[in-house]
């Protein structure tokens, strides 16, 4: 006798409660949908807002519900409303589902199976997260609505990438740490995929106060590296970065001051530095001749004074805390977590107050990336950008991307990333260029752009396999497709320095000729209005599409420009007019559009430019691009 129960030895009455669950639940979230007041650029708001009362399944008048709202679902398509059995074979359809698998064949009338109910819910359930996401972003301050639906569809793009990566366990372990075990460990806090210190001194020091008033920090996620080498800090630089600078302890800072000491031996710089670290700053100024402005202090990574005034969240017994430096209150005593201590104690000594610290002991990057994803869906916002700049930082590309769209840490130079990059003239314009453009240093926006552009232009769907080329995905996964390529296929081109100092030089060379001649492109094809900042789908599009006419007609690129430039224009406000539609299908279609327009107004075959791609880098991703076509009506 076996334990294990077939599905159909399910007692009916549980199969119908667990039904009946999944009713409520759909009901419940289709009606928290249909509450919004603002929507997407693309996505039209319910008529009016209705109660999960409202939703029934009793009768197929449910459907009518879902529609109202399934522009929050981001599916590829809309739902039909001819009739029911084509509405339901519609939803299997964006769900993958068989009607064998979606539909229920023990149903009197045409009703969904538990699994179609159970994708049903799971979708809604998402959607329910990324509305809240949007509305978000739509409230922050200085937020359009253009960037918070460009963040929207990004965000369902990642949701959707949710096959498994990796079989095998990933060896990891989560823990809680005292802070000193944090401040003691040897850590790199600068691994090539980081960004710079990007946090304000206001940020700064709202994380010093709020752990001394014992507010849990999310975790900081760590890679041990073999032997005594420090680990890399993946997640939490910033946090670890405050911490370190507020006692004094940073590497940057310590160096700093062992080399002023033993210029000024007689002076002991190092025990004022922790004893008293106003007394330091006279000191620094008197023996080396440099006022400490809080610009030389965040360059040194020297300690930094809490916050003062109505901005503090240090009051009542915390108040006499504002204002100062570590080495000015650390025996000053306060109450974290159940625990009376001194502050030196909070900072260097085993407390009860401790931060969360995943610790991957060994790990696959695949794995690291499904992690990743993983928390990132329960509420840890690291978007694509930052789970690639970890998942693939040890393949050149990837830091060399960072590197070239300005959002690398700016303390590290060309060579120290990538030694190729060094032989690319004129790089740091790439990025600056990217800034000018509206696109900001929030969350490796840049990069982001930078990478679609590099895996448009180079990533080939062909499946030697199956003999045949595979749509194109969503962003995120296309350009991780590429980097599963570079990272797994021996010998693959784009690991060679020389090339991807060739690649980087294309690159550079052709936003620079795109930037320069700002007369190309219409106001309402930048942004729909001033056009002041582009947006992501114009702005990848025209920059393919001049990428690949500079790289197919090197010589005469500056006249087929002039003598097209009123044809190009004139395209790029009627024949190139933003979607209104998001779905996946229709960017990639209308970046096609714009790709393939202009190098059939500059006169260049689209498959003559492809072989110089394909010749130069060993791959071109033109053809997969030019599959991506829609009729007209779904533009």
């Known amino acids: 006798m076996t334990d294990d129960i077939e599905a159909n030895d399910i007692p009916e009455h549980e199969e119908e409660g667990s039904k009946a669950a999944l009713h409520e639940s759909i009901a419940e979230g289709l009606a928290s949908l249909s509450d919004a007041t603002d929507a997407p650029t693309g996505v039209k708001l319910a008529a009016y807002a209705f109660t999960a009362d409202d939703v029934d399944f009793s009768t197929g008048a449910w459907t009518s519900r879902l529609s109202s709202v399934q522009g929050w679902l981001s599916f590829e398509s809309d739902l039909p409303e001819t009739n029911h059995q084509d509405f339901l074979l519609a939803l299997l359809k964006e769900f993958a ?20 109910l159970n994708a049903l819910a799971n979708r809604i359930d998402t959607a329910i997260k990324l509305q809240q996401r949007f509305l978000d972003d739509l409230d922050a301050d200085g937020a359009t609505k253009t960037a918070a639906t460009a963040s929207w569809v990004t965000a369902w793009g990642e949701f959707d990438d949710d096959e498994p990566i990796s079989p095998e366990p990933v060896r990891a372990k989560a823990e809680t740490w005292p802070i000193y075990q944090l401040v003691d460990s040897p850590l790199n806090l600068t691994p090539s995929y980081q960004r ?10 709202a994380l010093i106060e709020s752990i001394l008033r014992g507010i849990p920090l999310p975790s900081i996620i760590l890679l041990r590296k ?31 001051v062992e080399e002023a000491h033993s210029r000024h031996p007689d002076n002991d710089l190092k025990t004022l530095f922790h004893e008293d670290y106003p007394a330091f700053r006279r000191a620094w100024k008197s ?37 100062k430096y570590y080495s000015q209150i650390k025996t000053n005593e306060v109450a974290v977590a159940d625990q009376d201590l001194q502050i030196f104690q909070l900072f260097t000594k085993l407390a009860d107050y401790k931060i969360p610290v ?67 003239p004129d790089l740091e314009n790439l990025g600056t260029t990217l800034r000018l453009h509206g696109f900001g240093d929030s969350r490796y926006k840049r990069t982001k752009v930078l990478s679609w552009i590099i895996a448009v232009l180079l990533h080939d769907t062909f499946d030697a396999k199956e003999g045949e080329r595979k749509p194109l995905t969503s962003t995120a996964k296309h ?16 690991t060679q320095g020389s090339t991807l100092a060739r690649l980087f030089t294309w690159i550079a060379e052709a936003v620079e000729l795109h930037a320069s001649h700002d007369e190309l492109w219409a106001d309402s094809f930048k942004d729909g209005a001033a056009g002041k900042k582009w947006q992501e789908l114009q702005l990848v599009g025209s920059l393919v599409g001049i990428a690949l006419a500079l790289i197919a007609a090197p010589n005469d690129i500056e006249e087929r420009l002039a003598v097209k430039a009123d044809a190009i224009r004139a395209a790029s406000a009627t ?7 998001t779905q996946t299908k229709t960017q990639w279609d209308y970046i096609r559009r714009i790709v393939i327009g202009l190098l059939e107004l500059l006169d260049i075959d689209p498959a003559d430019a492809s072989e110089v791609v394909r010749e130069e880098y060993g791959s071109s991703g033109l053809e997969s691009l030019q599959m991506m076509v829609l009729p007209p009506d779904n533009e």
Do not use: C
């Open 97 to 116: 589902l068989s009607e064998s698998e979606g539909l229920d064949s023990n149903a009197s009338s045409l009703a969904l199976s538990e699994d179609g």
């Open 358 to 424: 995943i610790e991957y002991t060994k790990a696959e990057p695949r794995q690291i990336h499904e992690v990743f994803k993983l928390y990132n869906k329960q509420g840890v916002q690291l978007n694509a950008e930052e789970i690639r700049n970890a998942v693939y930082h040890e393949i050149a590309l990837t830091p060399a991307m960072l590197f070239a769209a300005g959002d690398a840490d700016p303390r590290i130079s060309a060579p120290d990333i990538a030694p190729f990059l060094a032989d690319v």
């Open 196 to 205: 710079g210190d990007v946090w304000s001194a206001s940020d700064r020091s």
């Open 226 to 256: 073999k032997g005594s080498e420090p680990h890399e800090v993946v997640d939490g630089k910033q946090r670890l970065t405050t911490i370190l600078r507020f006692v004094g302890a940073h590497p940057i800072a310590m160096q700093k």
């Open 287 to 323: 023996l080396e001749g440099e006022t400490l402005t809080a610009r030389v202090e965040n360059e040194y990574y020297f300690p930094f004074r809490l916050r003062k005034g109505k901005e503090s969240a240090l009051a009542n017994a915390l108040k006499s805390l504002q204002g």
């Open 479 to 494: 350009i991780d497709q590429l980097l599963d390529q570079i990272q797994t296929v021996s010998n693959h081109p784009l």
């Open 575 to 581: 024949q190139w007019k933003r979607i209104k539609k």
